[in-house]
């Protein structure tokens, strides 16, 4: 009797304790459906033309994220569904990239991000440029922008198969937290001939934090 009544009092702790385990992946599970909510919600204006492709990738995501085993999947599927969600922006005609060295920086210090724009259209062209033809953007938040157009030239010519370059530095203004960062390109090409078609493209998000990991 006395060592089924040992038995008993090691399964009990033991149930109790599987019991708080999946209590927690579950609350893990329901923040991570909700981190995919809400990136959508931000970028909801930018995904317009795909909706229902955009649709299938978060339920997808949901899906996986409910038969994921541990934190460690869950992270990966958040990941990998948001990846899925900036595919719907690929553009054949150019390929629009962004990185940066450091994506954690401290508060009050500037992100160096390198924006990448190659021309696969199979033609030369003579893109309109007014100061830059790229533009930052992250939900709530605006980048202090000071415009001397006098400084910059009109139009680049914007050869096949080119890479076209710059990089910027920003962040400096960024609040303690995780941001999604993505910039937009938009230009006229061959603006003297035709001056109605404008190129408008999003690039992939990358995300970039402040303090974010620094427990601060």
Known sequence: MKRKGSLLILIIPMLFSLTAC?????????????EITR???DWQHIFNDHQEALN???QKGEEAINKARNKKE???IVKNTKA????????????????????????????????????????????????SPFW????RWQYPLFIEPSEFPETV???????????????ANFEVGKHDLRFKALFY???????????????????????YYLGK
């Open 157 to 171: 010519t914007f050869l096949n198969n080119e890479t076209y370059t710059e990089t910027w530095t920003l962040g």
């Open 56 to 58: 299938i990738a978060v």
């Open 39 to 41: 990136f959508v919600t």
């Open 84 to 131: 899925d969600i900036d595919a719907l922006l690929i553009n054949d005609d150019y390929e629009f990239s962004i990185s940066t060295e450091m994506v954690v920086k401290k508060s009050g210090e500037d992100f160096s991000v390198e924006v990448k724009l190659k021309n696969n259209s199979g033609a030369d062209i003579e893109m309109s440029y007014f100061w």
């Open 74 to 76: 869950i992270d990966s």
């Open 136 to 139: 930052p953007f992250a939900p």
């Open 189 to 211: 090409p061959n603006y003297y001939e035709d001056d109605t078609n404008c190129v408008v493209i999003w690039s992939p998000h990358i995300e970039i934090a402040v303090d």
């Open 22 to 34: 999946n209590s927690g992946l579950n609350e893990y599970r329901e923040n991570a459906k909700a």
